[in-house]
């Protein structure tokens, strides 16, 4: 690991803290054309039936389906702080792991206390995560090893990063939004720079058969957080006359504009320690439709 690196992301979060309490205009309501979450992140856009909503019902779903992004997240953070706090405990106060990710820590928990305020802004309420997700969630949780599930974290954070990028730099998001996406954008970059640079010397180390596994791993981590958002409760919501078929047609129409426009970073990273082979490449593939 890079240590002066590190220290200089160190600093950084201690001299300049992005506090959500005052770098956020929680006073400003939305104005009559702001949109919640941009359309090519929601997930009928594209399909012919969204030409069929009306202009009520577009904002509706973004609203719900940022809803259900942001409380994604916050679930995701929490758990991934519930392991740092278990990793740290292996690790001497003073050891620079240990001392970058308190600050991960302290900045994370913030991240979820401002993702649950914006959604209480937004009046959003969040449809609970399948028994699949929690059951996966908190076994991996639970059992990874540490570098699995760094490997894990690193590929959220740069998925997530793409989606939070589309949606600070729409020209009509909520500003409350857009600074909330960007104050994440700020933290979550020193935090993939800090495993990025942790992740080097495992990859660096890791043969065929570890390396192969570790692609796995992240694939698995990006189809978990794909399938978090799209909800067919949301279309219930918003009025839609058969939820059934809409949630079937926004199912596929999500992957393939999630492959499209969201995996790029990941893939430039798994790429640079040769995570894709033969026995990963076609996975990659139809799982993900990633271009590989
Ligand atoms: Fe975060
Ligand atoms: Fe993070």
Redesign the pocket.
Known sequence: MDVKEVERLIKISKERPLMPETYIPWHLEPAAEDVFLPEILTSLQGLEIYHTLTPVQKLELGRHELVQVIASYAWG?CL?CLFMTRHILTLPLDHIEHRFLLR?LI??FR?QEMFGQAIAKLGGNPIKQSGMHKFFGEFSNKYLPADYLFMG?VSV?LVTDVYGNYARRSPNIYPVLKKMFDLHNI??GR??LFTKSLLKEYAAKAGYIKRTAYSFVILFNILFVRTMYVKKEIFERIGLENPDHAYKLARANFKKKFSENCLKDIIAFVDSWKGFNRLTRWAWRSVLGANV
Do not use: G, P
């Open positions: 953070e991934f991960e900045e994370e991240h974290s954070e933290e979550e935090h993939i």
